[in-house]
């Protein structure tokens, strides 16, 4: 069974950028896609970056849209999101999992998730 180690996660101020990372422990198949989502307590996870691995096509929120960029290992088994212009409605845990519908937005059904990687950002 696939599972994903995040990482990457840190605090940063306002305006500024993060790369996090997450890699697979096994093959993630061909069916479904990898998904970036977060999660603030009390709040509704939400799907904010998502790829379909064998053709790269790539799906992002309404929230991060222009900001953040999701991109695969050419060589497969991980993948990146890039965040810029972050404010403080970023902050959250980012967990990267698997998920049967390239959904992005609230409502999404994921599985395999990692321990997640915590982003901070302060004005």
């Known amino acids: 069974q696939v599972q994903f180690e995040e990482s990457g996660g840190d605090s940063v101020q306002a305006g500024g950028s993060l790369r996090l990372s997450c890699a697979a422990s096994?093959?993630?198949?061909?069916?479904?896609?990898v998904v970036w989502f977060r999660q603030v307590p009390g709040k509704e996870r939400e799907g904010v970056a998502s790829?379909?691995?064998?053709?790269?096509?790539?799906w992002y929120a309404d929230s991060v849209k222009g900001r953040f960029t999701m991109a695969q290992d050419s060589a497969g088994g991980k993948w990146f999101l890039h965040m810029s212009s972050l404010t403080p409605e970023d902050s959250g845990v980012y967990y990267c999992?698997?998920?049967?519908?390239?959904?992005?937005?609230?409502?999404?059904?994921?599985?395999?998730w990692g321990q997640g990687t915590q982003v901070t950002v302060s004005t």
């Open positions: 999992a698997l998920s049967r519908i390239c959904h992005v937005g609230y409502g999404g059904e994921y599985k395999n």
């Open positions: 790829v379909w691995p064998p053709g790269g096509n790539t």
């Open positions: 096994g093959n993630v198949g061909t069916v479904d896609c």
